[in-house]
């Protein structure tokens, strides 16, 4: 039997999970060079994101998928970076799609929401929108 664990090391205050199907249009993934485009992905990706795991693109049953993990004790200037790399990956690979949840416990308004938002990339757009599923935090998935 298998048992699988999840264990939160860090008590970050802000932080980010991120899972998108990396494709070059809305009809084919691969138009001849998706393989050079996710190189140029993973430089900016490297160059601006300090996440988890590393080599966060990676095959996953003939799909190229970019999920990593990210955090930092206070936001700075992480979230800007976070979004300037999306904002370069819907315009390299606009066919792709997939979400980012985030939440930053020092974000003003957290007394009116109290929980995670959910960035949305699909058709080479990028838009905001509060979580349904595990906001609030409190009592949702926090005491």
């Not at 095959?59 to 990210?70: D, K, L």
């Not at 416990?105 to 957290?110: I, K, L, S, T, Y």
Request: proline share 4%; charged share 25%; net charge negative.
């Amino acid at each position: 039997m298998r048992i699988l664990l999840y264990v939160k090391f860090s008590t970050a205050m802000y932080e980010y999970r991120l899972w998108i199907e990396l494709s070059e249009s809305t009809e084919e993934s691969d138009c001849g060079q998706l393989a050079q485009k996710v190189e140029l992905l993973k430089a900016k990706v490297s160059d601006n994101l300090k996440c988890l795991p590393i080599n966060c693109i990676m095959q996953v049953n003939y799909a190229t998928i970019f999920q990593c993990s990210g955090g930092a004790n206070h936001r700075g200037a992480e979230h800007d970076k976070l979004l300037d790399v999306l904002q370069f990956l819907v315009e390299l690979l606009p066919g792709s799609h997939g979400l980012v949840y985030w939440s930053d416990d020092e974000n003003p308004g957290n007394s009116v929401f109290d929980g995670y938002k959910v960035l949305v990339v699909a058709r080479g757009t990028i838009i905001e929108k509060f979580d349904p599923f595990l906001s609030p935090r409190n009592p949702t998935v926090e005491d």
